[in-house]
Antibody, heavy 120, light 108 residues
Framework: QVQLVESGGGVVQPGGSLRLSCAASGFAFSSDGVQWVRQAPGKGLEWVAGVARDGSIHFYADSVKGRFTVSRDNSRNMLFLQMNSLRTDDTAVYFC?????????????WGQGTLVTVSS | EIVMTQSPATLSVSPGERATLSCRASQTVSSNLAWYQQKCGQAPRLLIYGASTRATGIPARFSGSGSGTEFTLTISSLQSEDFAVYYCQQYNDYPPITFGQGTRLDIK
């Protein structure tokens, strides 16, 4: 069955960096779109970033553009999110999510999320 | 960026009754709309896509309707496990995809 497992969250000071990982299994990772969505505590869902199947094209929300970098390693079935210059409003649970169909941009499978807390 | 607005923010309904949740887009999204259910501490679960197609394993009591800018999620006879937060999401014009702010469905 499809499984997505995020890791790498934690507590970091403003201006710091973290790298999130998402390990995928149970589906043809290199053929499917997988993206990052976050949820601040007590708030709604916010799309963060996505990357083309071959890793050649990247998409970012304006709120993270220039600070976050999304990448994928199809040989290891992994999705990554490098987060730099973190701000307090980046505090959230970060989910990786698989698109139902390639390029559909809606999601039928989600990981359990990893919590990022940006605080001094 | 398309803004998605859900109403009401909170809906209180008794088990066995019907619940109707609304989602409005700031501009047309055609039928490119999805609905998700999220329970406390869990990841979202896809319920509906294409405005009206139930995702795999979703019970028939969940139905979606609408197109353009106005959409509805109906739960025909509420079960205890249906009390959760529901989000709509447009995927017609992206990036970015955008979500509504959510409707909390509470037990009356």
């Amino acid at each position: 069955q499809v499984q997505l497992v995020e890791s790498g969250g934690g507590v970091v000071q403003p201006g710091g960096s973290l790298r999130l990982s998402c390990a995928a299994s149970g589906f043809a990772f290199s053929s499917d779109g997988v993206q990052w969505v976050r949820q601040a505590p007590g708030k709604g869902l916010e799309w963060v970033a996505g990357v083309a199947r071959d890793g050649s094209i990247h998409f970012y929300a304006d709120s993270v553009k220039g600070r976050f970098t999304v990448s994928r390693d199809n040989s290891r079935n992994m999705l990554f999110l490098q987060m730099n210059s973190l701000r307090t409003d980046d505090t959230a649970v970060y989910f990786c999510a698989r698109e139902l169909r390639h390029d559909s941009w809606f999601f039928d499978s989600w990981g359990q999320g990893t919590l990022v807390t940006v605080s001094s | 960026e398309i803004v998605m607005t859900q109403s009401p923010a909170t809906l209180s309904v008794s088990p066995g009754e019907r619940a109707t949740l609304s989602c409005r887009a700031s501009q047309t999204v055609s039928s490119n709309l999805a609905w998700y259910q999220q329970k406390c501490g869990q990841a979202p679960r896809l319920l509906i896509y294409g405005a009206s197609t139930r995702a795999t394993g979703i019970p028939a009591r969940f139905s979606g309707s609408g197109s353009g800018t106005e959409f509805t999620l109906t739960i025909s006879s509420l079960q205890s496990e249906d009390f959760a937060v529901y989000y709509c999401q447009q995927y017609n014009d992206y990036p970015p995809i955008t979500f509504g702010q959510g409707t909390r469905l509470d037990i009356k």
